[in-house]
């Protein structure tokens, strides 16, 4: 979906609507992927991007929001096909997790020990329960990446016109808004959240610290935001100052 020349949300609706759409960002010097699907999205990512008019090779970073799952899950399989041609970026707080040098932020014990069963399923081999930090690593191979760059509270990006990172904790602990200057538009990540075309909050039942998590939404009223990009639910505006600022509150 072309959001404005140069700029487009890749649409990787999954069956049962389950929505996400990471955003492209790409001029004549670079091509920028803001946030890598779930796991085993690599080839949908490809033709997603293919539909955009750009090919995948071309890629030149992956800007990261956060942890979770359905934002790094492609993110390693990118990394791998790519090799060195690619940058991974990420805020500082959260580049430890997706790498997987410390615990997810907000996997339960009862989240591990099952995805410990499914391994034991998958290759017989019996895990300690509760799940060590080399028990994950072990569960997560597939999905833990290198983050080449690790970004500061407000760094800006020479990138397509100036993109500055936000850190924005509260989703998680490293979340990180990055701001469109050229375009005046925020992708959000799971800062916030589409809902029938109107702003919504992060979703409580996914947040870790919804108190920090509104106070993070604070900060980004020193930007000038015409169109706030939503992992979930797509590009929202009209009227987005008054709508970040009550959704702070
Ligand atoms: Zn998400």
Partial sequence: MKIAEGLSMLDMTMPLGYGMCPVLVHDDKDVILFDAGLPGQLDVIRHAMKKEGVEFEQLSAVLITHQDMDHIGSLSAISKALGDRVRVMAHRVEKPYIQFDCMPAKMSPQRLAEKAREYKEQTGVEMAVPVT????????????????????????????????????????????????????????????????????????????????????????????????????????SGNIKDAIASLSK
């Fill in 133 to 236: 930090l080399a028990g994950v690593r072990t569960l997560f191979a597939d999905i833990m990446t290198k983050v080449d760059t690790a970004l500061e509270d407000g760094q800006e990006l020479p990138f397509c016109g100036g993109i500055v990172a936000i850190h924005t904790p509260g989703h998680t602990p490293g979340h990180c808004c990055y701001y469109l200057k050229r375009y005046k538009m925020l992708v959000a990540g799971d800062a916030m959240n589409g809902e029938n075309g109107r702003l919504a909050g992060p979703n409580p039942t996914y947040t870790k610290d919804m108190a920090q998590a509104r106070a993070s939404l604070a900060k980004l009223a020193a930007y000038d935001i015409e169109t706030v990009l939503c992992y979930h639910g797509g590009p929202v």
